[in-house]
């Protein structure tokens, strides 16, 4: 029987949702490389290795100075690891990526190694929406990654419901954004649109190295380069797309949902 | 029946000399190919190749054409010319949406077309949609779906006429997610365009970056080692996996059977894990590079592979027979959204929409080309054309997919190392089938005399599939437009580019 049979099977199954984040994170996969770290101090005297095979020119590097990183640009392919002959760009395994300032995420000046997460909402900000967040997506120009990786967030895996955040129909209905893709021309109007129809006070993530900074298709002129050209932007999450982890990493820093501290900033 | 064919025969995952393809005054060439069609061809690319860069320049037109049951394709184009010329869509539908392409990307005017609007032309901040098609009577209404949709989905727009609950006529109107992708290949291959490839439709990475590697490799007459082509096989089919189960788990969803949707939405994280065992990232990102790849398989991985993929197969099965026992789901499946065989033909359907149509048509099996000239998977065929096809064809896919992996697993060849692709061949056309999980992902490259892309084009299996869901929805309730287009799960971006 049908019934029985769904009801038994459920039933051994137990509960499938992750511990996370009562227990530990899951574990990335051993590829994944996590976040980028770039000790600058390492690069040899004009050295320029890493520089042309970067497929967004997110590394660039001033005479004089050390290189600079942009981990929005970023698409995570460690083609700059692979070439760098000192070691000075580093994989670290880390999911953690997510920012609430666009300069944070370029790393290489001193002090500047790593990511300085984001730090939680406050105030008010944080009595409104850190127990309940309702989120409208608007995909601008995304290819379907990003927009799949926020959706597993929903399955019962990850079940982002029991955080109180949930993505609605109506922007009406929405405390904010979640905005992936470059916003192209074409999306331009729909998400200005998006924007001014939900009730402030709101926010804006941005999800994706398109999203961030125009990804692949930075600089093209049928697109902006990113989220930010069109609504202000409150939190970044990086990655091409961002593993899921990621994603709900930043969503639980910003509504300092996480034990653990926020990482203070250096300055 | 290629036999007799006016046009250059070509392999797929191959290439040939640009002067060398025939050419035709263009009425005479879009005769020509209208005949082939009609003797069973199918239309892959219809495309303009513009002579040089200056707006104005005479433009050719390039026919790629497969001939499925002779396991070959074929190649032909027109004289340069300006202005206007006869359309092929007036004999053949499968022209509808190159032809009206062709004229917003070059400029040329196809006559006599019946409903010539832009494709992914943007005004200002938005498409160039206006007007749409209209129904015109008292109890005739209108309503208007997107861009931006109720889930976390891409944006689209859908213009219903309706009288009460039926659809009378529904227009899909894109190009919201255009990004300018082919414009950019211009002059390439630059440092962006393999990540560009694999973001053209993101849910279709291993598809679209094989396609490309595909078309290089045939530029530089080097072939991929064998190992490579193993593990580019492989996560071709993991990628049809997380997508095909993720499907039925959606359309499970939409007809409110939740045992299915949540555990296929669980289990296609599974194979996107498996994805990422391979290379790290969840969609494929890197696996696929010319001239070889970068990760490899050994022995031990793959162990893990087999026994993960084992698992997730055997619960995959288990929650997909929930839906095929419940005569609930059944019922909302069975006669909805049908398309016949022969409109299927007529629009040049492809993927698992074609055959669940009943049209036996995969490119793995009519035109092999890397590892499935070594290894096939039988090709899946269901008769009916309803959402219940689309769903069946789809849990077919899985198991003959999953048998595939589990095969070639553990039959992999030697281990060699990835070789630095020469430069691309000047003055060539290449052109690359690959039977991507939504179905024919088609790339054609034509190199200009310094070897550099002069004409790069994309037609991702959605390109012909769109005007299929319009169809479906003809006649059907407005209520059921959620299931249709979920039985058909079309790329948005892969459609603009």
Redesign the interface.
Known sequence: M?VT??LL??LKRGC?TMQYPDGPAPP??????GTLRVDAAKCADGCRACL??????AITRTDGKPVALDLGRC????ACVDVCPEGAIAQTGDHRMAVRDRRDLVLGEPGHEQLRLAAALDGKLKKMFGRSLRL?????????????????L????WDLGRFGVQ?V??PRHADGLLIT??V???????L?K?WEAVPDPKIVIAVGA?AIAG????G????HDGAAAIVPVDLFIPG??P??LTILDGLLRLLDRLDERPVERPR | MSAATPFSLLANASSMSWAEVPEWPVAEFVRITSAELDRGARLCAWFGAPEGEVAGTPVRIVAVLAYDADNTLAVGRSAPFNGAYPALTVTQLQAHLFERELLEQCGVTPEGHPWLKPV?R?T????ANDPFFRVEGGEVHEVAVG??H??????GHFRFQCAGEEVLHLEIAL???????E??LRGGPH??T???M??????T?IAHATAYASVLEALTDGEAPLRAQWLRALALELERLANHT?DLGALANDVAFL?TA?AC??L??DFL?LT????????G??IVRPGGDR?TLDASRAAVVSKRLDAALVDTE?AVA?LW??AAVRARFERIGVVFAAQATALGLVGPAARACGLVRDVRYDHPAGWYRFAQAPVVVWPGGDVFARARVRSLEIQRSGAFLQEQLGAPPDPESARDPAPPAPGALAVSLVEGWRGEVCHVAITDAAGRFQRYKIVDPSFHNWPGLALAMRGAAISDFPLCNKSFNL???GF?L
């Open positions: 049908f049979d769904t099977h459920r499938e990335l996969p051993d590829r994944h490389g042309p095979v970067c497929p967004t020119e698409l995570f392919c460690a409208r997506q608007v995909s601008a120009g995304g290819c379907n990654a990003c927009e799949s990786d926020t959706n597993v929903g399955t019962i895996g993505f129909a109506s893709g470059p192209t021309r074409g999306m331009e109007l729909a200005r998006t398109c990804g692949p298709f930075v093209h002129a049928e697109a091409c797309p593993h899921p | 992914r943007t200002v901040d938005a498409p861009p931006v109720a889930g976390v989905i891409e944006p190009g919201y997610q255009h990004r300018g992708v414009r950019a440092r962006a393999r990540s560009q694999e973001t053209v439709a993101g849910d990475t993720g045992p949540s939405g669980k296609r994280g894990n990422a065992e391979l290379c790290g990232n969840r969609f990102r890197g990760y288990r929930w026992d419940a790329s948005y971006c603009d």
